[in-house]
């Protein structure tokens, strides 16, 4: 954030405040998606149910985040560029606070997992693609804590490993489902934790694609989705 | 909106523009989640591959209604009360697309589904998760429209039956899966839709506490997740 413009001290705190507290709000998500899945490989019932009741932090940290940002608009007037900075503060609160429901409905499902050792196959699936969520996720804050734009295009593009991933572990369960009926509802729960995993991804893409807009102040959303969809139509 | 108090007629009439993209955005929503819900219900393929193609638009619409938001932020300087109300609008559409994702992937899933009228039988199961759904989506618009809080109040509640029709679906499709495993990758996915319905559902009860937040100037966001905590730790 360029800060260095405005002539008010008072109004450069805030608005390093306002980073500080998103990048704080950041920690807590990536700390509670890589407690909820390591309790999941591990199957660590004890982790899993410590790390389901975090996510109250990261709720009041969005509705906080979101009023310093009313505030500051309210009061300060931002010019364009410190407005395109809080506007998308207000879009990644949000999709930081999705992620924290994520890792708890992940956290949930790990907690009611039967202990069996047998089960434990199954983790071994999402292994590759709980790495790649999480390599994602801190890449994405990370490029919010540089705003580094050309970066995040970059990161975002790793969405498309994740989703590829979850196809795989969703072909790789049907068939430990087709093997073992007796083990289907864990099956299932697993099959829920990979789609939550998933979703984080999505989240950290559009993280991505906000730090995209606050350096280059265009909007990308949707950009290539819209490409590939004009590319089928030909 | 109270638009009456606004001294500028071309200010009041942007804010009413901005309202009626709002539920213009809304419209085509509701349309997609109805028309991938009716799809699924009755196994029509090609409906649901028509379903499928119309995403763009409602996308389209959030980038645009972003930039309307942001430029009125940063030319108009609004008041408290009008502020709130277009940092609401920001939070909505984000919801709304989000819904029309999940349409797009229950259209997707749909068109993916064999066509045997055996699997019929469990579409069955899913009636009254969408009519519910259905509903919730419909009202919250509707307490957008109107901006209308009490009702939004009401309306936010009926999500709890969702999420448990949304369990009842589950054990339902669980029992499918174990009396006819021939089936699995067809009932697997019908999973993946009754998840996406549940997940309108959220989105539909976010909406109603924006409306309560532009109306009351509350933010009540996780207020209720937060008693029902402190309630189970004491």
Chains 1, 2 share one sequence.
Not at 49 to 68: C, G, H
Not at 76 to 87: E, H, K, V, W, Y
Not at 97 to 107: L, T, V
Not at 193 to 203: F, K, N, P
């Amino acid at each position: 954030m360029n800060t260095q413009d405005h002539i008010s001290k008072e109004y450069n705190d805030e608005l390093e405040q306002l980073r500080a507290k998103v990048l704080n709000m950041g920690g807590l998500v990536e700390d509670s998606f890589n407690d909820a899945t390591k309790a999941l490989l591990k199957g660590k019932v004890q982790l899993a149910r410590e790390a389901s009741k975090e996510d109250y932090k990261i709720n009041a940290l969005e509705v906080s985040i979101d009023e310093d940002c009313s505030n500051m608009i309210a009061l300060r007037q931002p010019a364009a560029s410190d407005l395109r900075n809080i506007f998308a503060v207000v879009k990644i609160v949000t999709d930081l606070e999705r992620m924290g429901d994520e890792s708890e409905k992940i956290a949930k499902f790990t907690a009611e997992l039967s202990t069996n050792s047998h089960s434990m196959k199954f983790y071994n699936s999402l292994k590759s693609l709980v790495q790649n969520t999480r390599e994602m996720l801190s890449a994405a804050l990370d490029c919010y804590a540089r705003l580094d734009a050309e970066k995040a295009l970059e990161v975002l593009e790793l969405d498309n490993e994740v989703d590829a991933e979850f196809i795989n572990v969703n072909r790789i369960l049907t068939t430990y489902l087709l093997e073992d009926i007796k083990n289907i509802e864990d099956t299932i729960k697993v099959m829920w934790c990979a789609r939550s995993i998933e979703r984080v991804g999505d989240h950290a893409k559009n993280i991505c694609e906000y730090v995209v807009y606050i350096v280059k102040g265009n909007d990308i959303r949707h950009v290539i989705d819209e490409e590939s969809r004009q590319g089928r139509e030909k």
